[in-house]
Every structure is written in C-alpha cells, then in structure tokens.
C-alpha cells in the first residue's frame, strides 16, 4: 500500500466515523434495502435514455465510442478529429458531460485522460466537474493519474503531466481530500436529522450516495440534458396551454389561417438505389407532417396578431366533425320545435334570441347554448332531408374520423406497398387535400397516385356519405367556427331577451377544446425561435454532413426542418415553426395528386372527375424503406395509437416485422453497450 493509498484510507475512515457518530435512531429503517438508492439511481439514468430518439442514440454511441478503452490504447491518428467531433455532439445533444453514461458510471472525464490533453480541454470547457467522481470506485481523474504515476515509479508521459497540471489547476482534489470534506460536511450536519446512505459494494471500498431528508448530497445525481431550466421550461408550457384554453369560452371561434408542412428526417434513410433517390429529389416521396395555424377569435373579431398551432389531424377531425354534427343538430331540433316555426313564432328571424338567463346558463351556466332559427330548417331542408341525414350521420362522422387518422384505401402502390388517406396541406398551404400515403401514419406521402383515381367501394358506400365528408373538410378550412355549444336552446323560453346578463363565461364546445386538450394547441409567440426546449437541437441540416451514420451521401442533397420523432412533438414543432418566422414550404403536388378544395386551388375541376392522373417512374420495390417510422414514432406512438384504435393486421405486420424497437429487456446499460463498450 503506498502512501497516498494509507492516507486516503484515513480520511475515509474519519468520515466513516462522523456518520456512524450522527446517524438518527431509525437508520435502520431508513436503510432497510441498501442498494435502493443506487437502484434509484440506475432507473433514472433508464428513464433518460429512454427518452432519447433514435438520431440521438446514434450520436451517443458515436461519443462513448471515443472514449472504448481499446480504441483509445489502438488508435492514435485522428483523436484531434474526434475531439472537434464530440464537441460537436456535446453540443447538438446539449449534453451534461457529468452524466454517467459509460460502463460502471465512468465519467468522461475520468476516460479521457487516456484520450488526449485536447478532450480533456473540451470537456472542461463543456462543464465537467475536476471532481466528480465514478460511481463504482469513487475516483476521479485525477485518483487514476496519480495511481498511473504510482504504477510507474513516479513517471509519467508529457501530456498526462500537462493534463495533471490542468486538473490540480481546475481545482482538482486527491481521494483524501475529498473524504477529509465529507467528513467536515457531516460534522457541520451533525446536529441536523440526517439521513445517510452508506453502501458497502463488495469488495470494494464504501461509498457516499446522499444524504436524502437534509438535502445534502456531495455527489448530485446528473441529468442527461445540459439545460437546469428544461423541466422548469416544460412546466411554463403546460401553464401556457392551460391559459390558452382558459382564456377563450363558448362566445369564441376558430377561423383557418394557414397550413404548414415539416419536412422530417426518417429514422431509416439511407438510400442507395439511384431510381429512390430521383423520385425523392423530384418530390413524388417526402416524408413530412402537417401542422395548422388558427386564429381565435372573440366578439366576431380574430386576433390577427396571435397564430396557434395544432397537428392537421387534431384539427381535421374536430373542425369537421363540428360541421358534419351541426346539420343534424338543427334538423334534430326544427323537428322537435316544427310546431313552432309553423305557427309564426320566429318573427323573421328575429324572436329565437332566446332569453340568456335561462338558455346561455344552461347546465349550471357552463353551456351557451344555440339559439333556435326557423330559417336555418328551410336552409338545410331539415323537414324533408332530416330523416335521410340521420340515417348517415355516424358514417358520416366515422369516415372523418377514419380519414384524419389515415385510413387504409385498399390500393396499392407500385411497390405492392398498400396506400393510405389522410389529411395533407395544400399546395399553396391556403387549405386541406386528401392526399395517398405509403405508410399507416400518413407521414410518407407519394405523388405517384392520386385519392381521385382510387376505386371508392373499399373506402366507402356511399356517394353522399363521401360528398358530405368532403362538405365538411371544405368548411373546416374556410369558414369562421362557432365554439358554442351545438345543442340547441329551447325556443319558447325567450319571454325575456335578456342579453344583458351574458357574461361570456360559457364552456367552448368539445370540438374546440380538443384543439388545446388532445392536440396541445399552442400559441406561436409561447414558441419564441430561441426556445431551445428539451435538448431541440436538430432543426433542419444544421451540421449534419458532419455524421457518421452511413447516410452522409443523401445528407448531402436531402433538406429537412426536423427528425421524424421531434416532429410528433408539438412543442418543438411550434419552436421550429416560429424559427422560420413566415416562410413556410408545402409539399402537395397537386398536378400529379389532383385538388377538390376551392379555398387550395386556382384551377378548375372536380376531385373526382380527374380522369387519368401523371404517374411517376415506378421505382424499384423497397423504396419504402426510406420512410420507415421506427424507434420512437414506430415503437410508443405507435402502440398508444394501436391501443387507442385497434389497428388491423397491417399495423401488427409492421411492428412486428418492419418496424425495428431501440428498446430491450435488459434494462440500462445492456440496451446502451455492445460487448465492445459503445453504444447500440
């Protein structure tokens, strides 16, 4: 045992006994499993992990590999590229260089006395703390350089002695020092209910973990993202969508402003077929997702000023379902009040402003009711259509629903690969198209055929199911949409036109409120550019050629505004949003796609009536597998949605066969590590 080995164990146990000497009466309640705080510990590095997408998975595994012990002792040429390399990395993930991410909770720091002087530098720089120490031995760097040195007779390289230089100067302390601290720490606490956790790892040394109840904790657990503020931030957000929603009630309404695509990083893109890559560069396939910006508007007037954001199927569904639901809800009640308007009760129009006290406070003054107008039921033909709507008034609704979660068509491309319906901004972004997929999530759309050209019988029935449908869609897109209840308010109480007493205070109807409660609808100017929320890094081709994916040919040439799974994040997408600051891209072809919504189209034509529509190149069969949504979208999301709707074979095809989990089993550090020591 050498010197510096007998004074440390010292000091160790001087701390040993100043805990031993403040531990409360109940210590051994508290410490009843003693390995629970490190396995506390371990599931909270998983949970972090887990929460990486797969780009960032790929750019972790590209870090740790520079710190592999073998590669480090095998590769000496190219380490000051490697270093410029995890800068850049450290940097997109805005990664907190004290997170324990390599094996046996190895810091970075501690590994990279071994690399180099410059990635010592870098990680410094980057906020790696001199003295935090590994989680098994408790060392740190400097314990391994001073161990070094012992090994060999007191020597050591000229870089490990700059590199000790620069650890003693950054205020770097032995193992003896640190101990002889702790157990100051606890010495000072003595008089305070402490409640330490002391582990006895075999055969090795004990080690400090925390001290809970009091809040000292000499080695604060590390989180993955750099950023102290993000679940502060987080929580700001949540505040601000619960305002949004608060602010706005019964009296308001919607009206469309415009439609934004983002273009997305598929998980899986690499491409080698040149035959992929030209129908890609043409615009025939892009990956892509659809967001909406709306107004909200109070008093008949919309606030110019303020956009909100919410995904094209959220709006899609509820804002047409409004519509789909608002002809029933009038026949439903010029048939229940036709006594009424035949006996000349509506005084042109004027008499069915009902009396507010008893109609705008319905249900304990939370509805504002509809109010009751006899020429809507001429307008609808309610008296003699009512009976033919609500006998389609579910297939109606249900194939909206359908449609805006993707709906399967029953055709296919020319890859044998099945077609989908969804949702898809306009060419000129100024509203909605129907637009064919290659995927069951409708984010991989295809120009190679059009919805029109499709036979309709696998779809839908009816014509006026589907007309209706499209009736719906259309007034979603270009109409101003009422947030009052769709219930209509009883006619004969209206002895009273009590205006006056409406407060404005009324609950929005369920199709508005889903806009903020399912979709998570969000102001832009909540969303400032410089809104870096939870490591949102990657917007667009910022320094992407840069990787080491096996995909840096199509980086070259393909543009993007975010990876895939960022873009299923609404947070992110109103940051990226508000970053390109008005200048928004559409990617519909309506010239090979066709167009049917007045409001998106200069030119004539109906949808259906199209005719033969201009196919791409057939392209060889696989090119799907550019667009797969896999990690993320394809493994949670999509499971959630399977949970939520009950996908048919295709989707279990998919995720049993096609889609790749990044998940395992093994927990943390098996789903991390190969047997090499870097990342899987």
Known sequence: ?????????????EAMYQMAMSMPDDFKDVNADPFSYMAEKMERREEQLKDLTEEERILMKELCSFFDSDHMRSKRNGMEAEVFRAKAIIEKLQMNVNFPVLEYGETFLSRSIDHSLDMVTLLIQKGADVNHENEMMSECALDMLLEEEEDNDGKLSGEKKAIKKLLLTKGAKTAEERWMDKADEVRQMSQGNLRIHIFYLPNEVPNIF??????????PWSSLRNDEDADASYHNRDVQKLDAAQQFDGSSSIKFSKCVDIKTLPDNYQVDDDAVASTIKSGDLVSTKSYVLFHMCNGGTCYEDEEYIVDINTYTKNIASYYANYEG????ACNKYADFCSSGNDDGGNSYKNNNNYNNYYN???????NFDCDECDEYSCFSNNNKYNAYNDAINNLIDDISDCLRTGSYASNAEELYVGPMCSANGKGVELALFLDNECTTYTAEKAFGSLPSYYMYSSEYVFEATKDSFQKAYSETTSCEDLDVANPYNQANDDGAN??????MNAYCQQLFDEGGALGLSSCSASDDQNGNYNYGNDDQNNGNNGGDDFLSW??????????????QVCSAVSEMGGSYSNYYNKYKSGTWNSASSSG?????????????????????????IGAVAGGAWLY???????LDSKLERLNSGTFESIRTDKGTMESIRTEEGVMT
């Open 1 to 13: 045992m050498t010197d510096r080995q007998s004074r440390t164990e010292e000091a160790m146990g």
């Open 210 to 219: 925390g001290m809970i109840s009091s809040g000292f904790l000499p080695y």
């Open 329 to 332: 809800a009038i026949c439903q």
């Open 364 to 370: 304990g003054g939370n509805r504002q009711l509809k």
């Open 502 to 507: 409406y407060d404005g205070n009324q609950e």
């Open 558 to 571: 393909y543009t993007y505004d975010m990876t895939v799974d960022n873009a299923q994040d609404i947070d």
């Open 604 to 628: 004539g034509g109906s949808y259906l009536d199209m005719g033969d529509v201009e196919e791409s190149a057939v392209v060889a069969v696989g090119f799907l597998s550019f667009f797969l």
């Open 640 to 646: 959630k949605k399977q949970k939520e709707k009950e």
